[in-house]
């Protein structure tokens, strides 16, 4: 792969939006890459539309816990691989499906995600963070927003 000059012109993206993921598999994929000759990756993870065709609303708490594991990667990699995530919001499986999680119903899930990627976790004065940015009362984030 060195020779070829790829690494000079590409980083590569990890894709992952499961609740539960390797995080060691990833930094073990991550020093692979680096063996190979790319010094940055991409991470990709996902604020709705991961997690089945027919959704119509947004697990807060898959999500989330999504982001707490990407972050768990990246506290476990060199400090300087890591470019950027790409918070992905799939509206649909693919161009013959039906809509999934329209935006207006996750906009508290990518509230969160992101308040967690900002904050390097997540905690009872992040919850409240993003309740006050959102003029929330509740947010639930283990149960369906009703």
């Given at each position: 792969?060195?020779?070829?000059?790829?690494?000079?012109?590409?980083?590569?993206?990890?894709?992952?939006?499961?609740?539960?993921?390797?995080v060691e598999g990833k930094v073990l994929?991550?020093?692979?890459?680096?063996?190979?000759?790319?010094?940055?990756?991409?991470?990709?993870?996902?604020?709705?539309?991961?997690?089945?065709?027919?959704?119509?609303?947004?697990?807060?708490?898959?999500?989330?816990?999504?982001?707490?594991?990407?972050?768990?990667?990246?506290?476990?990699?060199?400090?300087?691989?890591?470019?950027?995530i790409a918070l992905t919001g799939w509206?649909?499986?693919?161009?013959?499906?039906?809509?999934?999680?329209?935006?207006?119903?996750?906009?508290?899930?990518?509230?969160?995600?992101?308040?967690?990627?900002?904050?390097?976790?997540y905690s009872e004065k992040v919850k409240?963070?993003?309740?006050?940015?959102?003029?929330?009362?509740?947010?639930?984030?283990?149960?369906?927003?009703?």
């Amino acid at each position: 792969v060195l020779e070829s000059g790829v690494p000079q012109l590409v980083q590569p993206m990890i894709w992952d939006y499961a609740a539960d993921f390797d995080v060691e598999g990833k930094v073990l994929l991550i020093e692979k890459y680096r063996r190979c000759g790319f010094s940055k990756v991409w991470f990709a993870s996902a604020f709705k539309g991961a997690t089945g065709a027919n959704q119509s609303l947004t697990l807060i708490g898959h999500h989330l816990k999504n982001h707490l594991q990407w972050l768990e990667v990246a506290r476990n990699s060199p400090a300087d691989v890591l470019e950027g995530i790409a918070l992905t919001g799939w509206q649909r499986y693919d161009h013959f499906s039906v809509l999934c999680e329209l935006l207006p119903v996750a906009m508290p899930s990518l509230a969160v995600c992101l308040q967690a990627l900002k904050n390097g976790g997540y905690s009872e004065k992040v919850k409240e963070n993003v309740e006050k940015l959102l003029g929330m009362s509740n947010l639930e984030t283990e149960t369906f927003m009703r």
